[in-house]
């Protein structure tokens, strides 16, 4: 084994002879390119966080300085006394010495500029008014062409790194309760009767002219403290603290570009998606990879990447906690029951494609059985955290389990070679909610569910990925899914027979089996496995490939796509329920430093009313379009305020964390906790990199991807605009609820867009009869 090699690398005895000494050459050698490797990080860490430090003003303006300084102190007598200042507490008064002091005084007036600029900047980023404009025309103030104009002035003196405005960013902001009351309470208004709404409105006074101001006062103090005053708390109370199973319940998934079907040798495939991850995690270590900023002037937190890779999720009998490690020079291949360790780094370099194919390909062939119990030990991670952590010290936490679990949660990700094809067919939807289901929980125990992502490979070669959620936000593994996408398309890594291009340079490393004793452990396996398999049989999911029209059509309808797409959900869930709902659509929050999301909350007063007047024959066209388009506008609104630190949720979530911390019981928070989201539903990002160009690579769409409903008895909705005329729907539900059905809730979707479609088809001809 490698491991005891390394451990025999230098030894040396004591004999009536002398000293004897033995040493490994090559494993010191092994170990000195590690250590050489680990320096160089360090110092490249170094230099990008100095860069960062300075942003947006570049590192040669100092030199700029000097010479101005230099200029000055030989042509200027006046300037002279300056110089001499610092002169007087140097050692000498030579001409070197001379040459100092106009060095410590240009660095002075450097670093005074720089702050200033950096905090003129980061004013700058403060100002919001941007978004609740139109993107263009006349609309468009002033004031916000003026800060336009500053924005990029500031910015594009200097390249930006990953995490260079990460300095600059606002801290987000705390909105006063009663502002949040506000909202909340009309939020719930169509929910309520009038005398549930009576009875929500009393609770509310009560919180805010009581507790609520001691509790906001903490809060202040945190937010004014903290980097963010949400993210740690949530963080923590919502992933880190939950006890339930991390299948279906906290872990996404993410699909294929289902349109491409690159190469059908899974090896191939495998060695080229590795590859193309590892190339990315290079990109954040270097801080080469380009932060993503809104309309190309507003840039968002990158805090997030960090932590893509070398990153697990270790439980606890209480809190888990997230581990993240600076370096891993291997990953973990998991295939038929076995785990592998596969080295990706040889020659202080990253194997090449052709290269990490080898090895995937010697595990495929590899006809050794599964070691007792390890087949399923990762179902551990699927199911409860705290017999999960229980079992973990009990059995862990020495020998060789200890070993082979330490190197699956220090691997910079972990690969799963499934032995079934993940299979897409337009005339057979039923292949496509396979894939998704496949991705989402597998066979509840072939996924490393505590690890930051799985990348899951079928047997024909196309791809997915599943992840652990506390870690970030879908938005984050979606870019490097994006990446992966387009990057492989640009690059066109295969040659005509499927295989990846190039010949090895260098024999990679063989892959090292994984070793386990698990005799003691096969009762506390065989309990997560049946939680995780009662979960894997329940889910209901169905993945809807709606065609008919896209963002295309809902451009001319003068909404935003993504407000159509949430009307036609409030409508085709009141069709299917016969009542609204509390409805979660996820935004994000990261205009702001260590952003995540916030709430919007698309059922509204204007939204119920749209969807009853679709119902009501008695209403006109013209009403319906105009309602429409209210409800419309409400919901963009709604999402522009959380955008910007206005939203509800997250506000009242850490107030009720306070009112714990103070052991105080809120009744209104207490109820509004407590209020279950029957559809929870979110957008799946893209567009987020240079490379994302559909017009050159038609075929790079991705399905997007999903998670589980968040209540037992609704429904999880994620869907992707992919397109002028493609939008994809992952709609999940429990099939143990008699209140829910996927597939009858997709054909509702269906009904609900091509009503709105209909509609608007009916009020053009109707508009332009009158007009002739």
Not at 29 to 56: E, M, Q, T
Not at 357 to 382: F, H, M, R, W
Not at 743 to 750: D, H, T
Request: charged share 20%.
């Amino acid at each position: 084994m490698a491991e005891a090699h390394s451990a025999v690398a230098f030894s040396f005895s004591i004999t009536h002879e002398g000293w004897d000494v033995n040493f490994d050459r090559e494993v010191l050698h092994l170990v000195w390119a590690s250590g050489i490797r680990s320096w160089k990080k360090r110092l490249a860490r170094f230099k990008n966080n100095v860069r960062n430090g300075v942003f947006p003003a570049p590192l040669q303006s100092l030199w700029a300085m000097m010479g101005i300084v230099l200029a000055l102190r030989y042509g200027n007598n006046s300037f002279i006394k300056y110089t001499d200042t610092i002169l007087q507490y140097l050692p000498g008064t030579s001409y070197i010495w001379q040459i100092v002091s106009c060095f410590i005084l240009s660095l002075t007036f450097w670093l005074i500029l720089i702050y200033i600029v950096r905090y003129t900047f980061k004013l700058m980023l403060m100002y919001k008014g941007w978004m609740y404009e139109s993107r263009g025309g006349q609309k468009v103030s002033l004031q916000t062409k003026l800060w336009g104009l500053g924005i990029k002035l500031l910015s594009s003196k200097s390249k930006p790194l990953l995490y260079s405005y990460q300095g600059s960013l606002p801290k987000l902001p705390l909105p006063p309760v009663n502002e949040t009351m506000k909202r909340y309470l009309k939020s719930v208004r169509p929910l309520m009767n009038d005398s549930e709404y009576e009875s929500m409105i009393k609770l509310a006074n009560e919180f805010e002219k009581g507790i609520a101001v001691k509790l906001q006062r903490y809060l202040w103090l945190k937010s004014w403290w903290s980097s963010n005053y949400v993210s740690d708390w949530w963080e923590e109370y919502v992933y880190l603290r939950s006890r339930t199973p991390l299948i279906v319940n906290s872990n996404f998934y993410g699909t294929d570009a289902i349109m491409l079907h690159s190469t059908p040798i899974q090896a191939a495939r495998a060695a080229m998606i590795i590859w193309q991850c590892l190339q990315y995690r290079r990109l954040i270590e270097r801080q080469e990879l380009e932060p993503i900023r809104v309309q190309g002037l507003v840039p968002l937190c990158s805090w997030q990447y960090e932590r893509i890779f070398n990153t697990t999720r270790v439980p606890g009998a209480v809190s888990d906690k997230i581990v993240h490690y600076n370096d891993s020079r291997h990953i973990v291949v998991y295939h038929a029951g076995r785990y592998f360790k596969v080295i990706i780094y040889s020659q202080n370099r990253i194997l090449h494609p052709c290269e990490i194919e080898e090895q995937i390909q010697s595990i495929l062939d590899n006809t050794e059985k599964p070691y007792v119990g390890e087949e399923k030990v990762a179902a551990l991670t699927a199911a409860d955290r705290t017999h999960w952590a229980n079992t973990r010290t009990q059995y862990f936490f020495k020998g060789i389990n200890r070993q082979s679990l330490d190197a699956i949660e220090k691997s910079a990700f972990v690969v799963t070679l499934d032995e079934v094809p993940y299979e897409y067919d337009p005339e057979n939807s039923k292949k496509l909610d396979e894939f998704g289901r496949i991705l989402m929980t597998g066979k509840g125990y072939d996924r490393w569910f505590d690890k930051s992502f799985t990348l899951c490979i079928g047997s024909n070669g196309r791809v997915g990925f599943n992840a652990e959620h506390s870690w970030a936000d879908a938005a984050v593994m979606s870019h490097l899914w994006e990446f992966i996408i387009f990057d492989e398309a640009e690059k066109s890594g295969y040659q005509e027979n499927g295989h990846t291009k190039g010949a090895p340079e260098l024999e990679p490393p063989k892959p090292i089996r994984l070793q386990w004793s698990l005799e003691p452990v096969l009762e506390a396996i065989e309990k997560s496995y049946q939680v995780s398999l009662a979960l894997v049989n329940d889910i209901d999911l169905r993945i809807l490939a709606f065609d008919d029209y896209g963002k295309g059509f809902m451009k001319t309808a003068k909404v935003s796509p993504d407000a159509f797409i949430q009307m036609a959900l409030q409508l085709a869930y009141y069709r299917d329920a016969g009542k609204f709902s509390l409805t979660y659509e996820a935004s994000m929050t990261r205009l702001y430093r260590e952003g995540r999301t916030e709430t919007v909350r698309p059922c509204t007063l204007e939204s119920s009313a749209w969807v009853k007047s679709m119902l009501d024959p008695n209403v006109d066209i013209n009403k319906r379009i105009n309602l429409l388009r209210e409800a419309c506008a409400t919901h963009q609104r709604g999402y522009q305020d959380a955008m910007c630190g206005k939203g509800i949720d997250r506000h009242l979530f850490c107030l009720y964390v306070v009112s714990k911390y103070l052991e105080v019981e809120s009744p209104f928070l207490n109820k509004v906790l407590s209020e279950p989201w029957r559809l929870s539903t979110s957008q799946t990002p893209h567009g987020q990199t240079t490379q994302f160009d559909l017009k050159k690579y038609p075929n790079c769409i991705s399905a997007g991807g999903g998670f589980g409903p968040v209540a037992n008895d609704g429904y999880g909705v994620s869907y992707i605009i992919a397109g002028e005329n493609l939008v994809f729907f992952h709609i999940s539900s429990k099939k143990s609820s008699p209140h829910t059905d996927s597939n009858r809730f997709a054909v509702r979707i269906k009904e609900a867009l091509n009503d709105m479609k209909s509609l608007h088809d009916d009020w053009n001809r109707s508009t332009k009869n009158v007009s002739s």
